[in-house]
């Protein structure tokens, strides 16, 4: 199965439609046919399904799909690193983050060292602790940003310099929004937004046994979806300090939660990962950087 092919067949895949994928890939349409039915051939499954004017994926053809993704991103991050090996001047990053106020740290640190290497290009891809470690563990990425504390088995790790607060944002006309902190009481009752890593681990530790008594209405992966429900008034988000805009013109305000509740944040590598140049660079601009007052960061 040549890398090629697998590109042919996500182009397809992408348009549903022959002609434009042809065109896109600057090959005839008779040549990607013939590819495309080899590349079915060799696996013994049906792809595609044919229509008259469109393409569809068939179950196989969604597999492969997923499976190809990670393969043609692994090939091309393998080419970047080894392109960059003597690249004194920039080279490929490839980072996953977490959501979190923190992240302006690291981005301070990238800031810092593209002016040393002016040449350097990052790539950002966003998401909870399941969806970066799994591109992490696969290779895909130089270093995760994790809310939760890493497996000291399989990562090695660098703590932020702060951690995130918990609180609730809501409508500033709600009677709960006059008060400075929010308890568990507070929200019995109310329709609760907030990410379903946070609502089973940092949400569930601090309500403990009164978990069950909560209303959890939605789950976002971004806690700025989440505040447009907010503001439609179909309930309330339990997200971290600084992530929503709660400022007076934005209708929405921000109360911490009682008892403090905290996330600390890790940016993570795998043990015995071979770094390229940039990304040794990059993890001694975060060391230095992070020993720093946070305030100074």
């Known amino acids: 199965m040549e890398l090629r092919t697998l590109r042919y067949f996500l182009a397809v895949a992408r348009e549903e439609n022959m002609t434009r994928a042809a065109s896109i890939l600057h090959v005839t349409q008779p040549t990607l046919s013939k590819a495309l039915r080899a590349l079915e051939d060799e696996l013994g499954k049906k792809l595609f399904e044919r229509h008259s004017f469109s393409i569809s994926l068939t179950d196989e053809g969604v597999l492969l799909r997923n499976r190809a993704e990670d393969?043609?991103?692994?090939?091309?991050?393998?080419e970047a690193e080894f392109l960059s090996l003597h690249d004194i001047s920039g080279g490929e990053l490839y980072l996953g983050l977490a959501e979190s106020y923190q992240i302006r740290y690291l981005a301070r640190c990238i800031k810092e060292l593209k002016t040393a290497y002016p040449y350097l290009r990052y790539h950002i891809t966003s998401g909870d602790t399941e969806q970066v470690t799994e591109r992490l563990d696969k290779g895909l990425l130089d270093f995760t940003v994790l809310c939760d504390t890493p497996d000291i088995r399989k990562y090695n790790y660098i703590q932020f310099p702060e951690a995130d607060v918990w609180g609730l944002v809501m409508p500033e006309d709600m009677k709960l929004a006059k008060k400075e902190y929010i308890t568990v009481d507070d929200l019995i009752g109310l329709p609760l937004f907030t990410s379903e890593q946070g609502w089973k681990n940092d949400i569930g530790r601090w309500?403990?046994?009164?978990?069950?008594?909560l209303s959890l209405e939605g789950s976002f992966r971004l806690a700025y979806n989440g505040s447009l429900f907010v503001k439609e008034g179909l309930g309330c988000l339990l997200t971290l300090k600084n992530l929503i805009n709660t400022s007076l013109e934005?209708?929405?305000?921000?109360r911490p939660l009682l008892p403090k509740l905290e996330t600390k944040l890790f940016l993570i590598w795998n043990k015995f990962q071979a770094f390229t140049p940039i990304a040794e660079r990059f993890l001694s601009q975060v060391n230095r950087s992070f020993t720093k007052n946070p305030n100074n960061v």
């Open 250 to 254: 934005s209708g929405l305000v921000f």
């Open 207 to 213: 309500c403990g046994e009164r978990l069950g008594e």
């Open 71 to 78: 393969l043609l991103a692994m090939a091309d991050k393998i």
